[in-house]
């Protein structure tokens, strides 16, 4: 028995009621003409596993075989790691957050949330990764910045991870990183997110044990493809204030998606398991 949807609210609504087109769930994640221009190049910032210590790859390798064992519990009862946020939340609101009120770990100071954006018909939606204040290193502070806009400071300051993007199966497609604007966080700059996204945990079963702890091992099993992301996050952020000197590059909605990267879990487990064999 295996559930392909959602189950009751299935689909998604938008808040004059009109139901969002249907989903692609072979499409490519990258969003859009002006983003795969953009994207080009962020492979070439994924470390290759043979760089990566022993230690690693073995630890990325057990959070590999953990997301198959939330798999296999969630599918055994037809159910999937979108279902479980999206469960007694009413209608599939684009922009609203899943579950109301996020999921937050007071011990990590980790949150996530679940949402969908309009127009974005590669996937069902996706979930956005944080830490908050809390949970960092006393040496990690905010970039410099001289705009106008207000970020989060103090303890409502949070940095944004990453982006998981989710098939309409309840699967993940890919990985993103995204402009500070689209996510309301503070900037830091993305080594000192890498070393965040080291600590995010979510151990704790509200909405959903299995999904928890899915979304933790996801951060830990494409730590590269993370690592990437931020890099090459940064470096679009520079090009991009070269190329728009008069612009605030963190509030420009021309610049959303900063680049993207496909996340096959069974991919990722056999690579890791031919780098530990080597
Ligand atoms: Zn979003």
Known sequence: ???EGFGAPSGRGRRDGKVASAFAASAPTSRGIKMSDRNRGVESFVPALATLARQQLEAMLTAGEEILECYRVLRKGGLNVVGEVLRGQGTFYEMNHYPDGDVFDPDSHAQYYYHAHPDSPYEHGHFHTFVRSGGMPADIEPVAYDGETEWPRGEDALAHLVAISMDPQGYPLGLFAVNRWVTGDTWYAGGDVIRLAERFEIDHAYPSWPTNRWITAML??????????????????????????????FEDRNLEVTGSLPANVEHQ???LRRALAA
């Open 1 to 3: 028995m295996r559930n």
């Open 220 to 249: 830990k099993l494409f730590y590269p493809q993370i690592v990437a992301l931020l890099r090459h996050r940064d470096r679009v952020i520079e090009g991009w204030s070269h190329a728009h000197p008069d612009v605030d590059v």
């Open 269 to 271: 487990i056999e690579a």
